[in-house]
């Protein structure tokens, strides 16, 4: 209940307004809530958990914030953390009931106008709202001011207190995080000493009965890391490093009292007696000077006006000093620098490389990324949020959980069962910047995983720039292929419907010779088939047939045009088209083999660059390795002669790790090199992709379609390069890391295995982004096999030129399977059997794994495909069937589906009663003609058909 509520509450009561507030639930054991790391402080507390309190005060947190202050480099770090954790929505949340999913489901969803969503929150709605009210009252949302001050609060002191008040300002509740410095238990264990920064220091002690409960004016609970030893003792990054910290500060001050030091900083001058200076005009008094001290007084006068007056000519004049020539040889300057100056700042480095590791983050936070290119600095950012900020979210939604949010539950009357369901989660959305979001963006709206809202804000845009529904229409007709003509004319009846007339539309004759030539031009439309006419009428064909996968946005599921993909209510019968011709299609398996081996030979750089990489990664850790145990005499003098590979083994990782050889120092900068050489490698790929597919559509690159073609599918894969290498660098590192010290897990025990450290999953997946997976794909496992059964492709098979193919006319008739062709330790015996073997789909009976093979293959999956394990080097080479003549678009026919029974009869019917030429018997000879290329691809047969 929130404070101004108990408060009036309590008051009324008092007066007799209104009944008295129900007592809180029973609590086990008598006390507060006690949990792992929260506690609220309240009268029901036992007083040896308040004496308790009162003495865990530790001086060690006092000095890790005054390091906090000495040390720029904590301060910045631990800044870094709060700003990042700043960033973070909590919000409330019940426990998953799902035994598989272990994320929680955020109650805001039993609000969704998706039932589906909003049948997954299970609580009672008085629970949810209630859990959402509570968590309200906190003020999450000022990010740094609250968040942020949590986070540096656990960050050096490891604990830190909430507290709940009314502003006396405002009159409305407020909440703060504070420090240790701010709140203390008095050590009777009945007061709590408040010290207000706003009130300059003022001290306020609050009797418990003003914390908590019904008349209670304030809410207190204390949130601490627990110490694994001690769990009622707080913990942090800090405490294990103060002797660390202690050495920082040392070295600093020593440092800087050689700086400060005359001497050490300007030496001696000896100054032999007789010598003079010119400027030394005195006169003789009545007890003459002592020569030598006037010389003193002038050099010190020449040396010294300079600094203090700019204007003087000394700072540009050199200063005369005259006398005997065996008494100018004497003069000298002694410079008194410390000779372990340069020692000094090794120390330093090294106990702030010390610190940098100590803290939970990241050391290149505290070196910064000067050196990081822009792929390591993305990995630095996921590494963090993963591994550093993450768990120290889920300590701090936690701690609200147990200590705050439940308590609060309990307090207004729900049940110990309803509330353990209730949760405090985290959405780190926020922390994270994807530098491929635009594309993102672009793929997703592609699947229709994002609406158009969320698409422009994405690619920069609001929405004050949405298509008007006019602009929408127009560009749908542009889409779908219509030429000027009829894209106006249904502009202007949707304009005339618009100003409340009808929606007539009147589309003008276009002469045949255009209509042939549009790229999309439709066809004649036949009459629909009505009760009474003749079988051998030219009927619409049924609906299914102009299905396709990259069809038209305006092709109609029923009575629409299966030759034009038009809708008939668009299609006016003045319109007239060239005649329908059934299409001469060929064979192109010679061109898809081209394509096939041009992938292979991409991916062999790729791997061979990688290998060579990731030895050259393992040389260069262990020469770092080999640096840090130059501590270790003993060590380093059993380290000479050994290679750099030989070193990490013989090191180990325990003892690196405490030499301070840490993954991050030993693979920092790691593959910069490759992710040129990937670049430059697969961008000279993808043009000679580009160039084979448009000789095998019988197109050039420079001119017509083939130019737009050609940049359309360069734009689209090179805007992959950046996914695809993000996901080979990520498996180089955990290789590297599981490399170096020779105690990673073994390789795969079944299927091929390649020679080499780098797994063939790791290339072949990069190129399969790159390539693009198709629209139905479910992605790709941690190994690079596609999670539902499709073969995994790359830059030849992927979803971008299979697209372009099937837009060119072209359709898949079968597959050809093609064994690796690398040096294997290991072969793979039902790969090797399929080699050569041609099937229809990926489900055909030839890959079965189970029947054919008594189940002993079932771990690939129920069918066998290329990329089925983490050591196939296997491909696939398509049964391409394409157009004629380039320029002739088709729509693919696969398999005789009821509607084609349909028209096959029809056509039958035309023969019988003499007529030739009709739409049934044009149709039914397209769909003969692809049924027997699919039989000769299958037999082996090539050539045009």
């Not at 290498?725 to 990520?730: M, V």
Request: glycine content about 10%; hydrophobic content about 40%; charged content about 25%.
């Amino acid at each position: 209940m929130p404070l101004l509520d108990r408060i009036r509450a309590s008051g009324a009561a008092l007066a007799g307004k209104a009944p008295k507030l129900p007592p809180p639930p029973p609590r086990p054991g008598g006390g507060g809530v006690m949990t792992s790391t929260g506690i609220r402080i309240q009268p029901t507390n036992s007083p040896d958990q308040l004496r308790a309190l009162s003495a865990i005060r530790a001086k060690w947190q006092g000095q890790a914030w005054g390091y906090r202050e000495l040390i720029p480099e904590l301060r910045y770090a631990m800044e870094f953390r709060a700003r990042a954790i700043s960033k973070v929505r909590l919000y409330a949340a019940q426990t998953n009931p799902d035994p598989t999913d272990d994320e929680p489901i955020a109650l805001s969803l039993r609000l969704s106008k998706d039932e589906e969503k909003a049948a997954r929150v299970t609580v009672t709605p008085a629970l949810a709202q209630a859990a959402e009210e509570e968590l309200a009252r906190l003020p999450i949302d000022q990010g740094h001011s609250f968040l942020g001050r949590w986070s540096q609060n656990f960050d050096a002191a490891g604990e830190g207190w909430l507290h709940g008040f009314v502003d006396p300002m405002t009159g409305e509740e407020a909440w703060k995080f504070r420090s240790t410095s701010e709140i203390e238990m008095s050590a009777d264990a009945r007061h709590v000493i408040l010290k207000d920064p706003a009130l300059l220091g003022a001290q306020r002690r609050l009797d418990l009965g003003e914390i908590g409960g019904e008349r209670g004016t304030e809410e207190l609970y204390r949130l601490w890391v627990e110490h694994p030893e001690k769990p009622h003792e707080a913990d942090s990054s800090c405490r294990s490093m103060l002797t660390v910290l202690e050495e920082i500060v040392l070295i600093g001050r020593e440092m800087r009292s050689v700086s400060r030091s005359r001497i050490a900083s300007n030496g001696l001058l000896l100054v032999p007696r007789g010598l003079t200076l010119p400027l030394n005009t005195r006169e003789d008094t009545e007890e003459a000077e002592d020569p030598d001290t006037s010389m003193a007084q002038d050099l010190q006068l020449a040396l010294v006006t300079p600094i203090s007056n700019e204007g003087d000519a000394g700072q540009v004049a050199p200063v005369m000093i005259t006398g005997e020539v065996a008494d100018l040889k004497e003069l000298r300057h002694i410079s008194l620098v410390r000779e372990d100056s340069p020692k000094l700042l090794e120390k330093l480095d090294a106990a702030l490389s010390r610190m940098g590791n100590g803290l939970d983050i990241p050391p290149e936070v505290i070196t910064g990324m000067a050196q990081a290119n822009h792929w390591s600095a993305w990995q630095i950012d996921t590494a963090t949020v993963s591994h550093h900020l993450e768990p120290s979210v889920r300590l701090m939604a936690d701690s609200l959980t147990a200590a705050f949010l439940r308590t609060a539950l309990l307090d207004r009357g729900f049940s110990f069962a309803e509330v353990r369901q209730i949760v405090v989660w985290y959405d780190l959305g926020g922390l994270t910047e994807n530098p491929n979001r635009r594309q993102d963006a672009i793929d997703a709206r592609k699947t229709g995983d994002i609406g158009p809202a969320a698409f422009r804000k994405a690619l920069g845009f609001n929405d004050e720039d949405a298509p008007t529904a006019e602009e929408m229409l127009y560009m749908i007709a542009m889409t779908a292929g219509m030429d000027q003509a009829t894209a106006t004319a249904i502009m202007t009846a949707y304009a005339r419907h618009q100003a409340g007339g009808t929606l007539d539309i009147e589309v003008p004759d276009v002469p045949a010779a255009i209509a042939s030539t549009s790229p999309r031009a439709p066809a004649e439309t036949p009459a629909p088939v009505g009760p009474g006419d003749a079988p051998g009428s030219t009927p619409a064909p049924p609906p299914g047939l102009a299905a396709s996968a990259h069809g038209s946005a305006l092709t109609a599921p029923a009575g629409g045009n299966a030759v034009s993909g038009q809708p008939q209510s668009i299609i006016h019968s003045g319109l007239t088209a060239a005649a329908s011709e059934v299409p001469e299609y060929r064979l192109a398996l010679d061109e898809a083999r081209s394509l096939m081996e041009t992938d292979r030979a991409i991916r062999a750089q790729v791997h061979a660059a990688a290998e060579a990489a990731l030895v050259r990664v393992l040389e260069r850790a262990g020469s770092r390795l080999r640096s840090k145990a130059t501590a270790d005499r003993e060590l380093s003098l059993r380290l000479r002669g050994l290679d750099s590979l030989t070193v990490l083994t013989t090191i180990g990782r325990t003892q690196a790790l405490a030499l301070g050889g840490t993954d991050e120092h030993l693979l920092a900068d790691a593959f910069e090199e490759l992710a040129e050489k990937f670049l430059a490698i697969v961008t000279l790929g993808i043009s000679a992709i580009v160039d084979r597919v448009l000789r095998m559509l019988g197109l050039k690159s420079d001119s017509g379609p083939g130019k737009k073609i050609a940049a359309r599918m360069t734009s689209r894969m090179t805007a992959r390069l950046d996914e695809g290498w993000a996901s080979l660098h990520g498996t180089l590192l955990d290789r590297a890391r599981e490399k170096m010290f020779g105690d990673g897990p073994p390789d795969a025990d079944e299927g091929e295995l390649i020679d080499g450290a780098v797994p063939a999953y790791a290339v072949r997946t990069a190129l399969a982004i790159v390539g693009g997976l198709s629209e139905t794909s479910g992605g790709l496992d941690p190994y690079g096999r596609s999670v539902d059964g499709e073969p995994v492709g790359g830059l030849a098979n992927g979803d971008t030129v299979t697209r372009e193919i099937e837009e060119a006319g072209g359709f898949t008739l079968g597959y050809t399977w093609v064994y690796g062709i690398t040096p294997l330790s290991r072969k793979f015996d039902p790969h090797l059997e399929l080699e050569g073997k041609r099937f229809t789909d990926w489900s055909d009976p030839i890959l079965d794994t189970v029947d054919n093979y008594a189940g002993r293959y079932a771990w690939v999956g129920p069918h066998f495909r290329p990329g089925d394990h983490g050591g196939c080097m296997c491909d696939y080479v398509p049964g391409y069937a394409l157009p004629a003549y380039g320029d002739q678009v088709d729509e693919r026919l696969r398999i005789p589906t009821k509607g084609m029974a349909e028209i096959i009869t029809l056509a039958e019917g035309d023969d019988r009663a003499g007529r030739t030429g009709t739409t049934a018997q044009e149709q039914r000879a397209r769909w003969q003609h692809i049924q027997d290329l699919q039989a000769r691809f299958i037999k082996g047969k090539g050539g045009a058909a």
